[in-house]
T-cell receptor
Framework: ETGVTQTPRHLVMGMTNKKSLKCEQH?????MYWYKQSAKKPLELMFV???????ENNSVPSRFSPECPNSSHLFLHLHTLQPEDSALYLC????????????FGSGTRLTVV | RKEVEQDPGPFNVPEGATVAFNCTYS??????FFWYRQDCRKEPKLLMS???SGNEDGRFTAQLNRASQYISLLIRDSKLSDSATYLC????????????FGKGTTLSVSS
């Protein structure tokens, strides 16, 4: 596989469920990111990992919990979500440089019911 | 003031037209600039980086104006396949910070 792979593509979960989103990058990048995209809003940065270390947590509620076991894998653990958390969750990766753009995965479309 | 602002459009143009989008950013410490393209219900894909001296890639030209804090994207000879949302993204010079995106500008090219 190449690029950035996200699973699942679609997820419907109840407010009391616990689920996890998975992201894997095959590009040899050092940094990985979680973004949230809601309708009519810009992409919102959630978390940044650089060399497996979390370097940014953009005031994200604790019901979202990231995990980065190595530079190639990133998870987003979800529990007791709210309907307003329904959105497209995008994972991205990049080289450890200011001058390279990000490569995004195809996203997980999450619906909280 | 929002960190990165774009006119949401939509811009409706005929095939062959030239269209330009602007994107303003509020933080003068911004260092790197990019244009992304996002098709409906798909992920954003990097279209081009924006260099200080301006750069061109085929029908696409990107410009940076640091004094006025904006970047622009010019599309010449528009194709139907150019219909998409164009996102600008800005990165601060501070190490470890991530890209900040605008809401995007929607372009619709018709025959």
């Amino acid at each position: 596989e190449t690029g950035v792979t996200q699973t699942p593509r679609h997820l419907v979960m109840g407010m009391t469920n616990k689920k996890s989103l998975k992201c894997e990058q095959h590009l040899g990048h050092n940094a990985m990111y979680w973004y949230k995209q809601s309708a009519k809003k810009p992409l919102e940065l959630m978390f940044v990992y650089n060399f497996k270390e979390q370097t940014e947590n953009n005031s994200v509620p604790s019901r979202f919990s990231p995990e980065c076991p190595n530079s190639s894998h990133l998870f987003l653990h979800l529990h007791t979500l709210q309907p307003e958390d329904s959105a497209l969750y995008l994972c991205a990766s990049s080289q450890d440089s200011d001058y390279y753009g990000y490569t995004f995965g195809s996203g997980t479309r999450l619906t909280v019911v | 003031r929002k960190e990165v602002e774009q006119d949401p459009g939509p811009f409706n143009v005929p095939e062959g037209a030239t269209v330009a989008f602007n994107c303003t950013y509020s933080n003068s410490a911004s260092q790197s600039f990019f244009w992304y393209r996002q098709d409906c219900r798909k992920e954003p894909k990097l279209l081009m980086s924006v260099y200080s001296s301006g750069n061109e890639d085929g029908r696409f030209t990107a410009q940076l104006n640091r004094a006025s804090q904006y970047i622009s994207l010019l599309i010449r000879d528009s194709k139907l396949s150019d219909s998409a949302t164009y996102l600008c993204a800005v990165k601060l010079s501070q190490a470890g910070t991530a890209l900040i995106f605008g809401k995007g500008t929607t372009l619709s090219v018709s025959s």
